[in-house]
């Protein structure tokens, strides 16, 4: 997940109204899909950047490369690569170790050793173990901190995000895990069980089994050609042994780099990072190479998988260079015009017309030559071969004739966006850093901006010709065979915790009023070109004064598909030229209120006020467009009817909550019923009676000042009025 192709899909998902799973990678925990980062180009450049320290730099580290963002140090004994990235925002910092070893470099009988590893890695070292009292979890959970580890095709990478006066504490625990993990046999007893239920689910999963089969189909000969996870027998028969040998071979500081991003001065950095790893030696014998090329493919490949289901899936992969290929600029951009927003070709294509309730193109930039996919999640009634046809005449255009100056614009300024949103937070920076380090060069992501931007029209056509034919094509379908569908007290309160921040974060932080009641907090952050609004207001499902839940649902949903100066489809054109994103949702893990979103460049903040005001006080609902929404909620529901996750959980609810309760999740049948029974006045008058400006809570981030804030808001919501605060 951590792919900048896989980020950008992450988010184009939500916008093309994907709705399913997307999970790329296995870790230990939950992984967040995270970007790569851009320096800032013309006319995005931060407002103020950093001043560098001045304190000596220890004399273990020389000097690789100094840039505007980071610097490349390496340790003069062991061979050790640091990446030092000051961002002074919040007083935190994110400190990482990436192993340049995946499922790339495993043998056949001995797949899904990186990840299981991985696993192992956090069952104990020489200072941190349970017999110690000092496990990993135990003392990074005593800190608030934030920590994964994630196993991909090219590397594996292990992270803490803390407060800035703990760093000390990740550095030990890394160094520690760095040569003196225990990997033991019982410990891989228990872990085995946990990465064969993984397994399990992704057996449950329609996109797990497209993406495992297409990868076994396109890679014949390339070690890409098994799952990150590994396949089921290796997993259920791999030794300690065979993964201490492993560990043995990989784990060692010239097969690694040290990322610390954050709240932290360079030289004291350094200096950490010396005194935990400087005295570990360099690995005894050279680190294996993969060198294996996979043959060109010579003829269009095609599997099936047929299980219990409801919905089908399709996946079409073609072959593209390696990551750090000189056209992977070109495919990036190509992907976002085929399915990266509404105005999509791909969306316009399938998801407007409700034939699929997804669909999503993306790159897997790789160390080796990777793939280009493209995953549509059929609706109801739809055929496989009908949405591959549609998918396939896209291609057939772009190979035929370059787009227009309009359409590549719009591509540009949204991935323009996205780079420059990939600089917010140390775990973002990480976790781009990562995937370039994986790649080959961590200079890639400071370089892609620039690289993005020297993308011509022909070379959208030229790189579409040569790359996305039927030659180099898997096809993989997933096709349901049908089945039975499966169709409080008071809490007691509990007083605060401690609090691990070195400081009060309150500070920085600056509060302002908005007209009618609102309330804006503003954390300004000079060091990324972008700004953030989120807020909520009361409107949520628990307002739905007669219970019927779907009002509040459907009535947010609504809210972005046209104002009174846009119609939907304006609507789009105007936040997708200007690279903006909105978001609006009622949920019910949140029944109080409706939360939303916005993004863009810290420019655009007048024009995410405005956009933001008009859709949320004056959306004129037009009935044309509640048939469609009502068309994909029905649509989901029937996928919901499969999920083995969904199907739990609201069993799950109904035992928990009583009838009437926001969070007691109904059947699928009670609220098929109620969407298709619903009309256009019952969301007018819910609108009416619950929408207002008074219960607005405003959070804005980046690259902006308090006071402008709260004029720019000020002016956009003075009309506004309405809405209870509580």
């Not at 050793?113 to 890695?121: P, Q, S, V």
């Not at 996870?229 to 290796?234: F, L, V, Y």
């Not at 791999?238 to 500081?253: G, I, Q, S």
């Not at 409080?488 to 921040?501: A, D, E, H, M, Q």
């Amino acid at each position: 997940n951590g792919l900048r192709s896989s980020f950008v899909a992450h988010r184009a998902l939500s916008r093309s109204g994907w709705v399913g799973t997307f999970n790329f990678q296995h870790s230990t925990f939950n992984f967040q899909p995270c970007p790569l980062l851009p320096v800032p180009g013309p006319g995005i450049m931060p407002r103020s950047m950093i001043e560098r320290g001045t304190m000596t730099i220890s004399n273990d580290f020389e000097l690789v490369e100094r840039t505007d963002c980071a610097n490349e140090w390496r340790h003069r004994g062991n061979g050790l690569t640091a990446l030092v990235w000051p961002t002074p925002v919040a007083p935190v910092v994110g400190f990482g170790v990436v192993y340049r070893v995946g499922s790339r470099h495993e043998v056949t009988g001995h797949t899904g050793a990186t990840h299981i590893l991985e696993h192992l890695m956090f069952k104990g070292s020489k200072k941190f173990n349970q017999q110690l009292g000092t496990e990993v979890s135990r003392q990074l959970h005593r800190i608030g901190a934030q920590f994964n580890a994630t196993t991909w095709l090219d590397r594996t990478n292990y992270y803490e995000v803390l407060p800035a006066e703990h760093l000390s504490l990740a550095v030990d625990i890394e160094s520690d895990r760095m040569r003196n993990a225990l990997v033991q046999e019982e410990a891989l007893a228990s872990e085995r069980m946990v990465v064969l239920n993984e397994l399990e689910m992704g057996e449950n999963e329609p996109f797990d089994l497209l993406m495992k089969g297409s990868f076994a189909h396109a890679y014949l000969e390339h070690p890409y050609h098994h799952p990150t996870i590994g396949w089921k027998g290796d997993v259920e028969t791999v030794t300690a042994e065979v993964l201490r040998c492993f560990y043995d071979t990989f784990y060692h500081p010239d097969n690694a780099t040290v990322l610390v991003v954050g709240d932290v001065e360079e030289a004291s950095a350094l200096a950490e990072v010396a005194r935990g790893f400087g005295t570990l030696p360099r690995a005894p014998r050279p680190i294996p190479e993969v060198r294996i090329r996979e043959s060109q493919q010579r003829g269009e490949r095609r599997f099936e998988v047929r299980r219990a289901g409801e919905l089908g899936q399709l996946m079409l992969t073609w072959h593209i260079p390696e990551g750090l290929h000189p056209d992977i600029p070109a495919l990036a951009v190509l992907t976002t015009m085929l399915s990266d927003g509404v105005t999509s070709r791909l969306y316009r294509r399938l998801v407007e017309p409700n034939r699929c309730l997804g669909v999503q193109a993306f790159t897997m930039d790789l160390h080796d030559p990777g793939v280009l996919q493209v995953v549509a999640s059929l609706a109801p009634g739809v055929e496989h071969g009908e949405v591959e046809d549609a998918i396939r005449t896209e291609i057939r255009k772009l190979r035929t004739a370059p787009p227009d100056e309009h359409e590549m614009s719009r591509a540009l300024a949204q991935i323009r966006t996205d780079l420059a949103f990939h600089r917010e937070s140390p775990g973002q920076i990480m976790s781009a850093l990562t995937e370039s380090i994986a790649m080959g060069d961590w200079r890639r992501f400071p370089r892609e901006l620039d690289a993005i931007s020297k993308v011509s029209a022909e070379d959208i056509q030229r790189v579409a010709a040569e790359y996305l034919t039927s030659q180099s094509l898997t096809v993989g379908s997933f096709v349901p065979e049908t089945s039975a569908g499966n169709g409080g007290g008071r809490r007691t309160s509990v007083g605060p915790r401690p609090c691990y921040l070195r400081a009060p974060f309150s500070d920085r932080v600056a509060e302002r009023k908005l007209p009618h009641g609102g309330r804006a907090a503003v954390l300004a952050n000079p060091h990324a070109p972008t700004v953030t609004v989120a807020g909520t207001i009361r409107a949520g499902t628990a307002c739905a004064a007669d219970g019927r839940f779907s009002v509040p649902s459907l009535c947010a949903a609504m809210l972005n598909r046209g104002t009174e100066s846009f119609r939907r489809m304006e609507l789009a054109r105007e936040l997708e030229d200007h690279g903006l994103q909105l978001g609006i949702r009622a949920s019910a893990s949140s029944p109080s209120t409706v939360g939303f979103s916005a993004q863009g460049l810290a420019d655009q903040l007048p024009r995410i006020a405005t956009l933001l005001a008009e859709v949320r006080w004056r959306p004129p609902l037009p009935p044309e467009e509640l048939e469609k929404l009502r068309d994909r909620v029905l649509g989901s529901l029937v996928r919901e009817r499969e999920e083995t996750r969904a199907i739990a959980y609201g069993a799950l609810s109904r035992h928990l909550y009583p009838n009437g309760h926001p969070q007691r999740k109904r059947r699928v049948e009670v609220r098929e019923r109620e969407v298709q029974a619903l009309v256009r006045d019952d969301l007018v008058e819910f609108h009416r009676s619950a929408y207002g400006p008074a219960s607005l809570v405003l959070a804005v981030v980046g690259d902006v000042e308090a006071d402008e804030v709260a004029e720019i808001f000020g002016n956009a919501f003075r009309d506004g009025d309405g809405g209870v605060f509580d």
